[in-house]
Structure formats: C-alpha cells, structure tokens
C-alpha cells in the first residue's frame, strides 16, 4: 500500500490548525466580553470558566481512554463526532433564546468539547509518525499560533464596530471548514513497529501513571509551571494599567504572544537536530520563570511588548517538544491518553485552575509584583521538576 504524501499530511494539519485554532479564539478568547454581553455578572464569568477547565478535563480522560482501548474506531470519526456536537450547541447558542442556567450549561459544553479536538488532532499527527511517516509538526502547528493571532487582532476591532454576537457565526464558520479539512486528510497507516511493552495491559490512568514515573513528573513539572503561567497572563491588563495602557494594548500584547510563537515553531526540524527535544523543553520551563521577571521590571509599554515576543522560548519550543517528549515515554497504545493528560496538566487544565484560584487569592493581599515574583517561584520550581524528570529519561534509555 502507497504511502500518503508527507508534504500533503503536514499541508492538511496546518490548514486545520489554521481553522481550528481560529475557531477556538472565536469561541474561548473573549469568554468575558461575550458572556458579559449575555448578561452574565464577573462572578458568574468566573464560575462558567472554571466549569470550563473541569468539564474539559472530564471529557478529555473519558474521549482519550475510550480511542487508546478501541484503536479499530478511527480517531478522525471521533473528531468529527466532537466537531458536530460543539457546532449544534454553538448555533444553539446563537440562533435559540436561553435560560440563564441552560446557556450557561450549553456555552460550558460547547468549549469543553472544543478544547478537547487540541489533544486529539495532535494524536492523529503522532498516528503518522508511528506508521512510519516522519512528519513535521512544528511548521504546521506555528500556522495554528499566527492564525490565532490575527484572528484575535481582527475579533477585537471587528466586535468594537459591531458586537461580540459576531462570535458564534465565525465560530460555526471555522467549524464547518475544519471537519471538511480533517477529511481531506489521508487515514494513518498502521504503526510499523509493535509496543514496547506488548504486555502493558489497555487499563486505567492510574495502572498507565504507576508503570510511568518519567510521565508523572513531566506531569507534575507542567501542573506547577502553569500555575505560574496562569495568574501572570491572567492580570496582564492590571500591569499595562499601571504603566498607562488600556485594552488596546493588551490586545496587541495577546498578537505578539501568540505571533512569537511561529519563528520557532519553523525553526523546530532545525533545533532538533542540534538539541535532543529533552533539552528543547527544559529550556522552556526555564523560560518560563524569567518571563514573570520581565513583566515585573517592565517600566513601559515597549518594554511589555518585549517581555510578549519572550513567548518564542516559552510556548513557542513547549508547543512541539512537549508532544513529541510525550509521545517517546510512552507506549503507541498509550499515545492519545498521554497527549490528552500533558494537555490537562498545563495552562488549560489543573495548572490554570490553581494558578488562577492562588492568583485571585494572593493578589489582593500581596499586589501584583509580590503575585509575580510568586510566579516565578513556582515557574523555577517546575523547571526544577523538569529536571528531574529529563535525568530520570535518560537513566531508562541507558
């Protein structure tokens, strides 16, 4: 049987990285501009954002657990599967009037369902790769970054001349695109090689953690670093206030984030050529800890724009050496489980949750600068765990 085209599998998932990280900015990063425009008050926002974080994290062990213990079920039908259900509640959303409750369960779904098509498309990157395909991932998940980024840019002058109702229409729009796209996609091959562990039995996350101390501690080192990540992203507009700024320019801080992000994820065949992807993802979690410093000493707007372009080292080498570290301490049967667990443990999961509960608390208390020297902390102490976790790596390969 003939091989699929590299060229046309990496042009295919940039495309529906274009798409689908166009529509998640859509639908996710104006969560408190669009359902203030529903009505709903800052404390209801902040209780529909965390039901958001949990029920991602639920779906995402249930859909993840279900693909590795039934490999025979295509992962891209179950991605279709996901696509529907959040386009229907989307439109529903739309197109229906709701009770406060319901549009806020409706909204709630719609995201957590979303958020889980991130793991699974990288999943079906890492199918290619273990059927013997060597794909890049880096170029076509930078597209995801920069589309993102200009997404969100246009999303913010667009909705200021209309309203943020324009968020479910463009929304549904990328939706209906990228099922059309994952399509196009060629079916993996069959992996070439067998497990590693052939006697590893398909059975819970607890068994799969238990059998996988390197995994745990990348876990843990992600679960710490994000909550360090999180409260200094969070109370950036309370930083650009302080020096002057408004929204406007912390929109333009969100673009260079996210923009910051594409150089390197081009660059990534190069960098791993020269630095093992362990070393590529230690110097991120090392990044992450000066990234809080920069904004604490930031005395001007340029200066913040600055500390947003250090995302190149930060999120941009996280982006794809995490999951390719991932996918090579694991087992191909436990693939999906693995990438859906780094996805859970970071910035959009357990990490966000605690990082954004600790920054509510402390930040009244102690003030910003003590809040993201607090950052730090806990970004150096992820590294640290980073660490740990690399050595023990490579004790086991020897």
Same mark, same amino acid.
């Given at each position: 049987?003939?091989?699929?085209?590299?060229?046309?599998?990496?042009?295919?998932?940039?495309?529906?990285?274009?798409? !689908?990280?166009? *529509?998640?900015?859509?639908?996710?990063?104006?969560?408190?501009? !669009?359902?203030?425009?529903?009505?709903?008050?800052?404390?209801?926002?902040?209780?529909?954002?965390?039901?958001?974080?949990?029920?991602?994290?639920?779906?995402?062990?249930?859909?993840?657990?279900?693909?590795?213990?039934?490999?025979?079920?295509?992962?891209? /039908?179950?991605?279709? +599967?996901?696509?529907?259900?959040? +386009?229907?509640?989307?439109?529903?959303?739309?197109?229906?009037?709701?009770?406060?409750?319901?549009?806020?369960?409706?909204?709630?779904?719609?995201?957590?369902?979303?958020?889980?098509?991130?793991?699974?498309?990288?999943?079906?990157?890492?199918?290619?790769?273990?059927?013997?395909?060597?794909?890049?991932?880096?170029?076509?998940?930078?597209? *995801?970054?920069?589309?993102?980024?200009?997404?969100?840019?246009?999303?913010?002058?667009?909705?200021? &001349?209309?309203?943020?109702?324009?968020?479910?229409?463009?929304?549904?729009?990328?939706?209906?695109?990228?099922?059309?796209?994952?399509?196009?996609?060629?079916?993996?091959?069959?992996?070439?090689?067998?497990?590693?562990?052939?006697?590893?039995?398909?059975?819970?996350?607890?068994?799969?953690?238990? &059998?996988?101390?390197?995994?745990?501690?990348?876990?843990?080192?992600?679960?710490?670093?994000?909550?360090?990540?999180?409260?200094?992203?969070?109370? &950036?507009?309370?930083?650009?206030?302080?020096?002057?700024?408004?929204?406007?320019?912390?929109? /333009?801080?969100?673009?260079?984030?996210?923009?910051?992000?594409?150089?390197?994820?081009?660059?990534?065949?190069?960098?791993?050529?020269?630095?093992?992807?362990?070393?590529?993802?230690?110097?991120?979690?090392?990044?992450?800890?000066?990234?809080?410093?920069?904004?604490?000493?930031?005395?001007?707007?340029?200066?913040? !724009?600055?500390?947003?372009?250090?995302?190149?080292?930060?999120?941009?080498?996280?982006?794809?050496?995490?999951?390719?570290?991932?996918?090579?301490?694991?087992?191909?049967?436990?693939?999906?489980?693995?990438?859906?667990?780094?996805?859970?443990?970071?910035?959009?999961?357990?990490?966000?949750?605690?990082?954004?509960?600790?920054?509510?608390?402390?930040?009244?208390?102690?003030?910003?600068?003590?809040?993201?020297?607090?950052?730090?902390?806990?970004?150096?102490?992820?590294?640290?765990?980073?660490?740990?976790?690399?050595? &023990?790596?490579? /004790?086991? /390969?020897?």
């Amino acid at each position: 049987m003939k091989q699929p085209s590299r060229m046309r599998i990496e042009s295919n998932f940039a495309a529906l990285q274009g798409l !689908y990280w166009a *529509g998640a900015c859509a639908l996710t990063a104006f969560t408190a501009v !669009y359902l203030s425009w529903q009505g709903l008050s800052d404390g209801q926002i902040g209780y529909t954002a965390s039901l958001i974080y949990l029920v991602t994290i639920v779906l995402s062990l249930l859909l993840s657990g279900y693909s590795d213990r039934h490999p025979a079920f295509p992962l891209k /039908k179950l991605m279709t +599967l996901l696509f529907l259900a959040s +386009l229907f509640l989307t439109a529903g959303l739309h197109l229906l009037p709701m009770p406060l409750a319901l549009l806020i369960s409706a909204y709630v779904l719609a995201c957590s369902l979303d958020n889980c098509l991130g793991p699974m498309s990288t999943s079906l990157m890492m199918q290619y790769l273990n059927g013997g395909i060597p794909v890049r991932y880096g170029w076509p998940r930078g597209v *995801g970054s920069i589309v993102y980024a200009l997404t969100a840019y246009g999303l913010g002058i667009w909705m200021d &001349r209309v309203s943020p109702g324009i968020l479910p229409p463009v929304f549904l729009g990328m939706d209906v695109l990228g099922i059309a796209v994952l399509w196009l996609m060629p079916d993996p091959p069959p992996r070439q090689e067998p497990p590693r562990d052939e006697a590893a039995p398909k059975d819970s996350y607890f068994a799969m953690l238990r &059998r996988n101390p390197t995994l745990v501690l990348l876990l843990l080192a992600c679960i710490v670093s994000g909550m360090g990540i999180c409260p200094a992203s969070t109370y &950036r507009i309370r930083i650009v206030e302080q020096l002057g700024g408004s929204a406007a320019q912390l929109g /333009k801080m969100v673009f260079l984030d996210a923009g910051a992000e594409l150089p390197i994820m081009f660059l990534s065949p190069l960098l791993l050529r020269r630095m093992k992807v362990e070393s590529l993802l230690t110097v991120s979690f090392l990044a992450n800890a000066v990234k809080p410093l920069l904004l604490v000493w930031a005395g001007s707007i340029p200066a913040l !724009y600055a500390a947003s372009l250090f995302n190149f080292f930060c999120f941009g080498i996280y982006g794809f050496a995490s999951v390719l570290f991932a996918n090579a301490i694991v087992t191909p049967g436990e693939t999906v489980r693995s990438q859906s667990l780094l996805s859970l443990c970071y910035t959009s999961g357990i990490g966000g949750i605690l990082g954004n509960l600790l920054g509510g608390a402390l930040l009244p208390r102690i003030g910003l600068r003590a809040l993201l020297y607090t950052c730090c902390g806990l970004c150096c102490l992820g590294a640290a765990l980073m660490l740990l976790c690399v050595r &023990r790596y490579r /004790k086991e /390969k020897i």
